[in-house]
């Protein structure tokens, strides 16, 4: 049973600073990409970031470019999204995925969700 469990969401003032980890378990954790992604309040889900299965290659929406960072621990089985100069908009709750295969868009295992409030 594949499982993925988000920490480190809190409550920051806008310009701060947080770190989102996603910790994995179930099947080989390096074979997999995966991804943050976020929903704010009344509005759809959207992509944020991603990672290939080495930690290779990124991705990031436009609105984060050069403000998060993905990054990725295979031996710790753990995924992470630093965040930066963070704004009132980044507010929402961010969720991990894993991917299908080791570089994709189809993610098929979902986390909890981990709130994220940014205060002005």
């Known amino acids: 049973q594949v499982q993925l469990i988000e920490s480190g969401g809190g409550l920051v003032q806008a310009g701060g600073s947080l770190r989102l980890s996603c910790a994995a378990s179930?099947?080989?954790?390096?074979?997999?990409?995966m991804g943050w992604f976020r929903q704010a309040p009344g509005k759809e889900r959207e992509f944020v970031a991603a990672?290939?299965?080495?930690?290779?290659?990124?991705y990031n929406t436009r609105s984060v470019k050069g403000r998060f960072t993905i990054s990725r621990d295979n031996a710790k089985k753990t995924v992470y999204l630093q965040m930066n100069s963070l704004k009132p908009e980044d507010t929402a709750v961010y969720y991990c995925?894993?991917?299908?295969?080791?570089?994709?868009?189809?993610?098929?295992?979902w986390g909890q969700g981990t709130q994220v409030t940014v205060s002005s």
């Open positions: 995925a894993q991917g299908t295969t080791g570089w994709t868009n189809d993610y098929d295992v």
């Open positions: 179930g099947r080989t954790f390096s074979n997999y990409a």
């Open positions: 990672i290939n299965w080495t930690g290779g290659t990124t």
